[in-house]
């Protein structure tokens, strides 16, 4: 087993960004909830464990607690922020409660030598986000840095290895703050890097052999990234005995369906099966125009014609999903309950009587680890560094009620979008962009004659999380070629539109 770092997180923000950092590192890391027990932590045979920071005070109502057992495992601690907090507290120190938060740079100075400043300057900027502070560090403990507003910004116990940083070493704001974590990780706990993408394919095929046998498992395609790396993986840990299902729901962009048959199937010789519900699809859309109406038809669909296909492969065990490691802890971290604005698409709510074992070899990883991943396998990079599309298709880019005539529409524009912003290298400097078909109909002239035809917007985003989005600012002159050529190109479009509007307030897609 590699080398592994447990992170508790006590709800910060930025808990996922001290993995990311470990994991850069070339250490796996795993985050967990606060409520998971010393005993527990011990099992996991941890290298290392991280306290995160948090939004609430020590000893406040509801606040989270420490276990004290993490102390005991043998291992090396680094407590940053809250996580910080609760080690002066717990182990004998003195806080002093704040009611304002000092938020933003701070300049730290360190004040002794230790393994942890190693190639620091003796100033340095760093992030602070805290209310509370440290007063008196616990006794064993030295304080190690200092900030203009805090006597005790960082402190220490060499003998026990337990280290505390009041600011966000894991903030690109703290401009050291990879050094800071390597020091923990390499001349603290003594790792060394072993983290790689070539290891884990090797595990992961391995486990997976060893877990499937020459059962048979079921993946449902999607044409992206995920789902297409879960099979490669897959396939080469159990080859024939992987039975991938694709499905045209008619809503798809431009080529899909080949380009799809073309990799998996021809060149990657997986077993591939492409079903063409599309007419299934459209009928069951005819006249629906509510936007969640539309998502829980084809999720219903998807799911219909899944078990239909599946029951066609005899003794189906297991079922292969693209689950990432954010949707993990997602449903793990001790988040609050949050407002559904959209409801996502994907195969989690299979029908009872399809019994299958999960099969989810991406669950340890971030995004951009799978598109690496994809590298590592050897997938062309048009489809590694494909941006994101929706389950629903073009069904939530169709405003209104969805046919074929418009979704055809909609695929020639917005193929035409693409291959301009392609070609203009304009689409590495965006993170998701497409065509949107409106609901309304405008007045125009062409030739000598009157039209009255479609509406169509584009839309075009940056973005590092897709949880808030900025609209790209796109040069006019290749949007003016994108609008010349559509309205050329497209019948039934004679007026184009571009959205200037941002998430939040709008949303990346239109319904
Ligand atoms: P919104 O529109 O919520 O989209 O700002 C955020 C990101 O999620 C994608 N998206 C989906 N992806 N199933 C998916 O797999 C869906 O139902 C779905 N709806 C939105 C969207 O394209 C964007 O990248």
Same mark, same amino acid.
């Given at each position: 087993m590699p080398n592994k770092v447990i992170i508790i997180d006590y709800g910060s923000q930025v808990t996922q960004l001290i993995a990311r950092r470990v994991r850069e590192a070339g250490i796996y890391s795993e985050i967990h909830p606060c409520t998971v027990k010393a005993s527990e932590v011990a099992a996991m045979k941890p290298q290392a464990i991280i306290l995160s920071g948090g939004p609430a005070s020590v000893g406040s109502k509801d606040a989270p607690v420490l276990d004290r057992g993490f102390f005991e495992l043998g291992v090396p601690v680094l407590g940053i922020c809250y996580g910080m907090q609760l080690i002066a507290d717990g182990l004998g120190g003195r806080l002093s409660r704040s009611e304002t938060r000092e938020y933003g740079p701070a300049e730290l100075t360190l004040t002794a030598a230790s393994p942890l400043w190693e190639? !620091?300057?003796?100033t340095t900027k760093v992030w602070m986000s805290h209310g509370d502070k440290v007063m008196t560090p616990p006794p064993g403990f030295s304080v190690i840095g200092r900030t203009p507003t805090l006597d005790v910004a960082a402190m220490a116990c060499d003998e026990k290895k337990i280290y505390a940083v009041q600011f966000h070493p894991e903030v690109h704001h703290t401009v050291l703050g990879t050094t800071i974590i390597n020091n923990f990780l *390499?001349?603290?706990?003594g790792l060394v890097p072993d983290w790689t993408m070539t290891s884990f394919v090797d595990r992961v095929v391995k486990e997976m052999a060893a877990k499937v046998g020459d059962r048979q498992v079921i993946c449902a395609l999607s044409g992206g990234i995920d789902s297409t790396v879960v099979a490669v993986l897959l396939h080469r840990a159990i080859g024939k005995n992987l039975h991938c299902i694709f499905v045209d729901n008619g809503l798809l962009r431009k080529n899909e369906v080949e380009e799809v048959r073309h990799l998996l199937g021809d060149n990657l010789d997986l077993n591939l099966t492409v079903v063409d519900a599309s007419e299934r699809f459209l009928s069951r859309l005819k006249g629906v125009d509510d936007p969640e109406k539309k998502r829980k038809i084809i999720g219903h669909t998807f799911i219909e014609i899944f078990d239909e296909e599946s029951k066609k492969i005899p003794h189906v065990d297991f079922l292969a999903q693209g689950t990432l490691y954010p949707d993990v802890i997602e449903s793990t971290s001790a988040k609050g309950p949050s407002a559904v604005i959209k409801s996502h698409h994907n195969v989690g709510g299979l029908p009872d009587h399809m019994k299958l074992s999960l099969i989810e070899p !991406?669950?340890? !990883? *971030?995004k951009d680890e799978v598109r690496q991943l994809g590298r590592e396998l050897g997938l062309p990079e048009y489809l590694v560094s494909r941006q994101p599309f929706p389950g629903p298709g073009l069904a939530i880019r169709i405003i209104g009620d969805v046919t074929k005539e418009k979704a055809d529409i909609l695929r020639l524009a917005d193929f035409i979008f693409r291959d301009e912003l392609s070609k203009s290298r304009e689409a590495q400097n965006l993170s998701q962009f497409f065509a949107v078909l409106t609901n309304t109909r405008s007045v125009g002239v062409m030739g000598d004659g009157r039209t009255y035809d479609h509406t169509l917007a584009l839309r075009a985003v940056t973005t590092d999380d897709f949880m808030t989005a900025d609209w790209a600012r796109i040069p006019y002159d290749i949007l003016d070629c994108i609008s010349t050529r559509i309205v050329n190109e497209v019948p039934g479009v004679n007026r184009i539109v571009y959205d200037i509007t941002s998430k939040p307030p709008a949303t990346i897609e239109w319904e």
């Open positions: 190639g !620091l300057p003796e *390499f001349r603290i706990c !991406l669950r340890e !990883l *971030f």
